[in-house]
Each structure stands twice: as structure tokens, then as C-alpha cells.
């Protein structure tokens, strides 16, 4: 009889194998001339090669549901071992970025953020500019999951202006990882929504994803690479100018800001404002606004934005 050994990797063993084992216990009633013993992360099988090569096969396509959707279940595992989902599924995912966590659709849910979608797919820079709220951070990070599953890139890099907003970042605890972490904090929020918690450790690890304040940027080329600049109406001329030159080949760089939350001195022009009027007619560069109409958080918000909007409407 003959064994091989299948590992799990980035994939948690007790989510692919279920409740009680009650995935890997389905999957076995498919394989009735199959041994199959599954410990920790791995799985060894038993058997002739023709059956070994044939559950093989079958078991690659269920790690890869499980790497798409972040969920594996008796019915998926029913057709996906009974007949060829893959054209049914891909008919279905069409306006799907990415599946979250429990297989949770990730779309563009407004006019804006579909532009941004379609934007991204035609330019190689993009500037998502809208107030909070309108999805523009969610949205950029969902394109770049999806940019780095579909291999179109090898790395997601995410980062921010470490600006202090009327708090002093030197007084606060810890090392300068722990000072920094908060201005990441939507980042990481955003990605823990869109992969499992043992995959993205593994990818933070392996610098497949990075997360580090803009100034970590300098004297860096950024190639194959997904880049993300996030709250960028925080940036200097310089700053701004020193980001968008790190683009390297086979790159996609989006840039989000709110230019109505600047925290800069007073004095201090936005890097994000100057960049948009000096770069607006670039071809390969694309500029998407959001407004009060993106917004997708609770209902109030949108109301809030309505009314400062009036009182500066009025100043």
C-alpha cells in the first residue's frame, strides 16, 4: 500500500476540517478505498497511485474553494467532489472582489466605488478622494486582495503619514511599533475582513504584506507590488513627491485622502491637494471623487457630512 503525505499551508486546519472533523469525515465517504488520516496539518492517505492521484487532484481544487471563499462546507464539498462548480461559481463571483471571512462577499456597493473598480483596472495610479465614510480605504484594500489572489501582483504594501492629529505620538506607550500600530489600525481592520487570520500572519511574516508608515518608503522601488496610500491629505509636497517616485515596474499605486481632514501645521500645504491639480492630465493616472452619496456606514453619518459641509459652504 502506498502513502503520501498532503500539508496544510496557510490554511486553518480547523476550519478545512470542521466541526468534529465533520469535512474530512464527508470527504472520506467520496474515497471509500482511500485511507485517509488527517493530524495537525497534515493529511496522510493510503492507497493504490491511481486513487492517491485522483483524491489528490480532488483535494487541490477543495484547498483552492477554501483559499477563494474562507469557508468550506457539506455543501460545498458536495459539488465540488460531484461535479464541475468552477463555471457556476464564476458566473456568480462577477461583481465579487473578494469573499471575507465565512465566505462574506466583498463588492463595490455604490457608483463611485465601482468606478474605482473599473479605474483601477485600466490606470496604474489611481486617487480615491472622498470624506469618511464613502469607502475609499475598504474598497482600495479589497482591489489589492484580490490583485495579490489572482497573482497579478507579489506583494501588497500599505501605508500612511504617521501625522499627529492634536495627540503626541512620542508620549504614547510601547516601542515605536506599538506607537505606530494605531495609524494602521483601519488597515489591518480592513484586512482581517478579507483574510483568515493564520493566512495573513503567514503574509505579514513573509513580507507578502507590509504595513509601515510613509517615511519607511524612502529609497525604496516598488515593483509587483499592489501600493496603497492611505489618509494621504496628511503628506507634504515632498512626502507625496518621494511616495509616488518609489513605483517600480508592474505596480499599482492607489492613493486615498479626504482633503476636508487635514492635519498638518496650518501653514502647511497638502501634499494631496498640489497633486492633484499638478498631475490631473497624465496619461495612466485616474482621479475618482466621493461624496455623501458613497457613504456606507450608519445613516447618520451621511447627514453629518451634509452639515459641515454646509457650514463650510458658508465660512
Known sequence: MNERIIELVEISPKEFFGTNNSNINLIKKYFPKVK?????NK???FGEPILLDEFEKHFKILTNYFN???????NSIEQ???ANSQEKN???DKDVLVHGLNGKQIKAQTVNQRKMVDLIQKNDMLFAIGPAGTGKTYTAVALAVKALKNKDVKKIILTRPAVESGENLGF????LKDKLDPYMQPLYDALRDMIPH??????????IIQIAPLAFMRGRTLDNAFVIL??????THSQMKMFLTRMGKNAKFLITGDPSQIDLPRKQVSGLKEVLLTLKDIDGIAIVFLDDKDVIRHKLVKKIISAYKNIELEQ
Open 80 to 82: 465540488l467532489l460531484t
Open 36 to 40: 485517509i488520516v488527517a493530524r495537525g
Open 90 to 92: 464564476s458566473k456568480k
Open 68 to 74: 477563494r471563499y474562507n469557508k468550506l462546507d457539506e
Open 172 to 175: 504614547l506607550p510601547g516601542d
Open 43 to 45: 493529511i496522510k492517505i
Open 198 to 207: 493564520e493566512k495573513l500572519d503567514s503574509f505579514r511574516e513573509k513580507d
Open 230 to 235: 492611505d489618509e494621504a491629505q496628511n503628506t
